[in-house]
């Protein structure tokens, strides 16, 4: 409560001294009292409970003095109060003779409860959880706490610690790189999670993006007519993403799409070539052998820089 209480006595002087009007993402400790949690709530766009370790075994082992229960008791509580808070500015009851609000801004906003939801982070690479158990704890979360986003922050090895598993050097970046385009699958592409991972394929994988490497294991979904294929198929095409599906699904009102056409639409043809027929365009390339295929995707991603981050120790 002593750390809570400090969090939102500076948002509230924000809001309320200041006039700031601009984005406050506050943390909620966990053990916190409802009543600060609202107070939160108030004078804060977005908070976040951070679970940081993706299992409760490996929570208790790396911090014995912490349990689940005690992060999911206040998520849970932000989780029905921002669903009831949503229900109540639906009325237009509640505006009747607003006037500025509490916070200082307009008084929608203001009177609004973490109008921008709540998130978590999870901290990968410090114990041995795979990916498909840091997914699934994702996929849950979204579910069953309306989360807004879950994320994944690459471990960063400070000092030899015992209670560290993980034998690394740097942050895994690379990995910590292929969780963010899993999850976006799950929340933009309607990918389920046992499409991207299942039991033969616990850990995504590092050479290729999640959405190509569940092509090249369904070959049988491909090829796609470009200029039949509903959103959602077109969606599961490498080198497709939701502006350019969109805009074939319009310009292919008016006439037939052609190769130049997806080109000039954003289309990258250098991978939806494999995956989708055109008129003109030949078959030759179509029929494709995956680890064939694969091969020859990989060879130019793997010219192109890694992700990169910023140290937070080191000079920038």
Known sequence: DTTMERLVQIGEKLRHEHKFGGYIHLKAIPGASPELLERAGRVADRLSVNIEIPSEM????????????????PMAYLRDRIAEDKKERLSPKLYLGAGTGAAGRSSEKGLSFAAGGQSTQLVVGA????DAEVLTLADGLYKTQHL???????YIPIATDARISADLTTPPLLREHRLYQADWLMRQYEFALDEILDPLHPNLDEQVDPKLGWALRHPESFPIDI???????????????????????AA?????????????????????????????QGTHHLNWEPEVLRQRLIAPMAQKARPAQMSLFGAP
Do not use: C
Request: proline share 5%; glycine share 8%; charged share 30%.
């Open 227 to 249: 200029n039949t294929a509903d959103k959602r198929d077109l969606l599961r095409v490498p080198g497709l993403g939701h502006k350019s599906a969109q805009r074939i699904v």
């Open 58 to 73: 490996s929570l208790k082992h790396v911090a014995p003095e912490k349990n689940y229960k005690e992060v999911m008791e």
């Open 148 to 154: 807004k986003r879950v994320y994944y922050s690459g």
């Open 127 to 130: 114990t041995p959880e795979t």
């Open 252 to 280: 292919r009102r008016s006439g037939s799409l052609r190769v130049e056409d997806l080109k000039r639409l954003g289309v990258v043809w250098s991978r939806a070539q494999y995956f989708v027929t055109v008129p003109g």
